[in-house]
């Protein structure tokens, strides 16, 4: 104790010492906390070595011992140091708070601007050098590095434009420059990329600047997605587009709003293409639903009867047979076996909007769809609700073929539809012959079952009302 009294300024270092251990030992959650704590062991700091006789603002006057003011220097050295980081730490807060992660870049930059400001301080008031040709000397070499740093310059300075217009952020979804990925990272030269092969892509600042960039994260809840479809240009277009928008409705995971739409986007000498397209809420489903959208137009263009094949054309009287190779519950039957029921099957046409299936219709017979979108909804007990919608392909009335139980689901034609009526007595003998083919109907019923119950157990995503006054409340 009597060394602290005899020397003051010691107490200046022991804040300085309890500082750093705060700061990288403490066990402070929020940010705002550890630096308020710092601010105030600054104040401390400027209080102890002002008292004590020494000012930032002019050399120590302690001549008669030379080791106190070499240590008093020191400290007014110190003071504009520590002042710089208090002040970037306070920056950067600031900057986290307005702009979020983004300003991290912006943030350093600041801080080195603070930094060589303090030092130049440092070096005017407490060393008395001449600051003028020091600054006049370090403009010369700075020219020279610029000269000689002007690539990585350009990539400093192009991620400061970016931070501060923003058009992506971390964790955005973004293409740049033809390079796509999940944006990981924004930093003094470049933006690093997490692309969907699970590499990293690393593209320099001053290239994303100058690039088209397409950020595939907003807005937030309408991400557009689309397929496109090479079919014989002879085969007239309004087939086509027809049946394009039957995989449209077909699929329950695009928005009504904005609409989907197919569109004819060029015809060549021997393939006109096509591209459907439509949006959905969630852009990590994109690849699913494009999967769901190819298959789709695959099972809707051959029940319109159309091949991607140059010859174009799949003959009409095969299509009931060409059924029954699709449906997986009679793959483990013989060609002869599916040629009997396909024999035996009828033909049933609806319009849209007619009831193929009602709730707890027990029907004599199992349906095959052959063309159209049929919707498939349950009931929660206030309203029906959507569990899914089936397209050429898919079958109905498996609860009646395994035990004459009776439908669990409403079916209804969403589309057009030609529905292929097999009576469930063949059905039967078709499942005392071959085990597979129960088992295949065991196993469709299982998975519809869980779809009903998570159809039933989702909950309608509110929605948030916004006006004047909301937006008066995200004003900062």
Known sequence: MPFFLAYPLSWSALVLVIDALLWHLAPF?????????????????????????VSPLQPPLFGEDRVVQLGATALGIIWWLYAARVLTEVIGLALMRRVGHSGRLLQDVIGALVFLVAIVAAAGYLLELPVKGLLATSGVVA???GL??????????SGIVLNTTKPYQVDDWIVIDGVEGRVLDIDWRATHLLTSAGSTAVVPNSVAAKAKIVNLSRPSNVHGVSISIQVPNHIRPQRVLDALDRTLQGSSSLLLDPAPKAVLKDAGETLSEYVASGFITELGK?????????????RHLEAAGISRQLDGVIEPASRARGLLDEVKIFRSLSEAERDQIAQAMVAQQYAAGQTVLALNEIPDYLMLIGTGV?????DNGSAPIEAGRMGPGEVMGEQSVLADTPSQATFTTLTSCVIYRIDKALVRYCMQQRNEVGQALNKLQAVRQHSSRLALLAKPVPIRKTGFLSWLHKRP
Not at 148 to 157: M, Y
Not at 286 to 298: C, G, I, P, T, Y
């Open 286 to 298: 994109k690849s699913e639903v494009r999967n769901q959208m190819f298959d789709l137009a695959h």
């Open 374 to 378: 049929v919707s498939a909804r349950v």
């Open 148 to 157: 000689a740093l002007q690539s990585t310059l350009s990539d400093v300075f």
């Open 29 to 53: 959650k929020h940010r705002g906390t550890r630096i308020g704590v710092r601010l105030v062991l600054f104040l401390l700091f400027s209080a102890i070595i002002i008292n004590a006789g």
């Open 143 to 145: 020219i020279v590095v």
